[in-house]
């Protein structure tokens, strides 16, 4: 499988693939519908093109809204973008314009969820059974459902400890201009700025002190 760095991703999206986000594991297209008619013909035409392509992207359609997310899907459940995805992007694109629709990738979001833990093999089953109705879709150490109904789950090494903490925390992933407006409404609505790293990472607390990350794909790899 010919996976692709985030780095080339990112330059392929800045080089005519304007309409598609980079989240944590896919490329996502995003697009406003004028009603549920021109919705459905896009969404079949996508699966058309796709289907010729030989391959299957998750369509998502909604009162106002259509999305295309892409990626492969490796011998153990890995999920990566691949050349042929983005070749895939651009005929998406393509057929996006023809039906007139307009792509909002500000909307686009990814939410994963990280849990604190101590021993991964042991934990890892069971929140996989519990969300996915199966010990057997922990990948690479990650919680994936194959069907993507619930977030991915990913857990953070911690030493045992007895004091409660928090120990669940969200990812948000967003499209790189939406992190700052993201943040500062955050901010504004009594959030707190725990650390900024860079731009692919700013931790955040509630009121109360619960933290969220705010990703992105910008200076990943």
Not at 62 to 79: Q, S, W, Y
Not at 85 to 108: C, F, K, Q, W, Y
Request: with cysteine.
């Amino acid at each position: 499988m010919d996976k692709l760095r985030t780095p080339e991703i990112l330059a392929a999206i800045a080089d005519g693939l304007g309409d598609w986000r980079r989240m944590a594991q896919a490329v996502v297209a995003r697009y406003r519908l004028p009603g549920l008619r021109g919705g459905a013909a896009f969404v079949a035409a996508v699966a058309e093109a796709a289907g010729s392509a030989g391959r299957e992207p998750e369509l998502r359609l909604g009162p106002g809204f259509a999305e295309v997310t892409l990626c492969a899907v490796d011998a153990d459940g890995g999920r990566w973008v691949t050349a042929a995805d983005l070749d895939l992007a651009r005929t998406v694109s393509d057929l996006a314009a023809r039906h007139g629709l307009r792509a909002v990738p500000g909307e686009i979001t990814q939410l994963e969820l990280g849990l604190d833990a101590t021993d991964f093999d042991r934990v890892g089953p069971f929140w996989s059974a519990l969300l996915t109705g199966s010990p057997d879709h922990v990948v690479r150490g990650d919680v994936m459902d194959p069907a993507q109904r619930v977030p991915n789950v990913w857990f953070q090494r911690t030493d045992a400890h007895d004091v409660p903490r928090q120990r669940w925390h969200p990812d948000l992933w967003v499209a790189p201009e939406e992190a700052e407006p993201r943040i500062r409404a955050a901010l504004a609505a009594g959030g707190v700025l725990v650390v900024r790293y860079d731009a692919s990472c700013t931790v955040l607390a509630d009121p109360e002190g619960n933290r969220v990350c705010v990703c992105t794909a910008e200076g990943r790899e």
